[in-house]
């Protein structure tokens, strides 16, 4: 079982900035993909930003330039620098990893609101 405990949503006003940290129980070299998901009310949980074992990083166009995905390998932590926000970018944030051995684990989210 892998344990995953995200931090760092709160509100902010637009064009700030939040940073989401998600904290993992195992090294995160376990880990072939790591990302950031968020689902706001009413809508599908989507992809906003992934990023390879070996590094390679993806993000929705909605946050390209924007958000940054990050890893701290002596931490197993994973983070995601938001800037500019926007009112759209409001949702509950999930951690998601995947491992070859024994599939996905989410962490129970992280709600960031935008708002003036």
């Known amino acids: 079982q892998v344990q995953l405990v995200e931090s760092g949503g709160g509100l902010v006003q637009p064009g700030g900035s939040l940073r989401l940290s998600c904290a993992t129980s195992e090294n995160i070299f376990t880990f072939y993909a790591m990302g950031w998901y968020r689902q706001a009310p009413g809508k599908q949980r989507e992809s906003v930003a992934t990023?390879?074992?070996?590094?390679?990083?993806n993000y929705a166009d909605s946050v390209k330039g924007r958000f940054t995905i990050s890893r701290d390998i002596g931490k197993n932590t994973l983070s995601l620098q938001m800037n500019s926000l926007k009112p759209e970018d409001t949702a509950v944030y999930y951690c998601?990893?995947?491992?070859?051995?024994?599939?996905?684990?989410w962490g129970q989210g992280t709600q960031v609101t935008v708002s003036s």
């Open positions: 998601k990893v995947d491992r070859y051995s024994d599939g996905t684990y």
């Open positions: 990023i390879l074992s070996g590094g390679s990083t």
